[in-house]
């Protein structure tokens, strides 16, 4: 088992700058790809970013890509996810979830995917 904690959200403007962290419980550094995933109200969850195991590859949606940057400490179980040039859509509650298993890609997009989840951190973004 796996907890996550998410932690380091906040109000802020747009344009600016946040960067949330996900500490785990446990060890995940070679075991576990990492992930980043956001709900706004009223709308279904949605993939943001991911990690592979060791750091090497990562994976991004659309609307954040070269905005967010995300990165993993293995040393500390903890995953980062930085993000640059808020946008008021990017207002949501944001998710960390790890991935144990076998898989044919190194990062995951798919909720299904993922075995373990955090409670959420709350970014919101004001014009």
């Known amino acids: 088992q796996v907890q996550l904690v998410e932690s380091g959200g906040g109000l802020v403007q747009a344009g600016d700058s946040l960067r949330l962290s996900c500490a785990a419980s446990?060890?995940?550094?070679?075991?576990?790809?990492m992930g980043w995933f956001r709900q706004a109200p009223g709308k279904e969850r949605e993939f943001v970013a991911a990690?592979?195991?060791?750091?090497?590859?990562?994976d991004y949606a659309d609307s954040v890509k070269d905005r967010f940057t995300i990165s993993r400490d293995n040393a500390k179980n903890t995953v980062y996810l930085q993000m640059n040039s808020l946008k008021p859509g990017d207002t949501a509650v944001y998710y960390c979830?790890?991935?144990?298993?076998?898989?044919?890609?190194?990062?995951?997009?798919?909720?299904?995917?993922?075995?373990?989840w955090g409670q959420g951190t709350q970014v919101t973004v004001s014009a």
């Open positions: 446990r060890r995940t550094g070679s075991n576990y790809v």
């Open positions: 979830a790890a991935a144990i298993g076998l898989f044919t890609r190194t990062t995951l997009r798919v909720e299904d995917d993922y075995n373990y």
């Open positions: 990690i592979s195991r060791g750091g090497g590859d990562t």
